[in-house]
């Protein structure tokens, strides 16, 4: 049976601590106050895979410059996937190009899952994960702004 992989301190923070227990402080890679832009190596479709998702990733912390190459990894494997089951749809079962397709298809398939799951792109992953904004608020923030005695309103 395999170990489990331990949760990045980051993750544990965003699915919350019901142990209570010291989370303990890893080194963060760092991150760009920029979204990052897609790799030049990437394929088209890939590229406008990220342009689809690095926004909302970078948003919750989770795209930082060492994740960009396993988030250009599932970029790819997206655009093959895509790629693979398109061009099988070209042919039939019958043909040797359909097998090849459809076995490039699943396996990038089966790359993306893993992947995502690493980013929480699944809906598993995301009921581990409740990630919000990264700024700190208090836990008291909105309860005045927009009363209208409220001078900050105006």
């Given at each position: 049976m395999k170990g489990r992989?331990?949760?990045?301190?980051?993750?544990?923070?965003l699915r919350g601590n019901p142990s209570k227990?010291?989370?303990?402080?890893?080194?963060?890679?760092?991150?760009?106050?920029?979204?990052?832009?897609?790799?030049?190596?990437?394929?088209?479709?890939?590229?406008?895979e990220w342009r689809r998702l690095a926004a909302g990733l970078?948003?919750?912390?989770?795209?930082?410059?060492?994740?960009?190459?396993?988030?250009?990894?599932?970029?790819?494997?997206?655009?093959?996937?895509?790629?693979?089951?398109?061009?099988?749809?070209?042919?039939?079962?019958?043909?040797s190009e359909w097998r090849a397709l459809v076995r490039v298809e699943r396996q990038a398939g089966e790359l993306m899952l893993r992947v995502a799951t690493e980013f929480g792109m699944t809906p598993s992953a995301r009921r581990r994960v409740s990630?919000?904004?990264?700024?700190?608020?208090?836990?008291?923030a909105g309860l005045i702004a927009g009363l209208p005695d409220d001078p900050r309103v105006h």
């Open positions: 992989k331990p949760t990045p301190a980051h993750l544990q923070l227990r010291p989370i303990p402080p890893e080194i963060e890679p760092e991150r760009s106050p920029n979204i990052p832009e897609p790799p030049a190596f990437l394929m088209p479709a890939a590229k406008t970078h948003h919750m912390g989770l795209l930082s410059l060492g994740d960009e190459h396993p988030f250009a990894a599932y970029c790819q494997a997206y655009a093959r996937w895509v790629g693979a089951g398109e061009a099988a749809a070209q042919f039939g079962p019958e043909d990630a919000g904004p990264t700024e700190a608020r208090s836990k008291f």
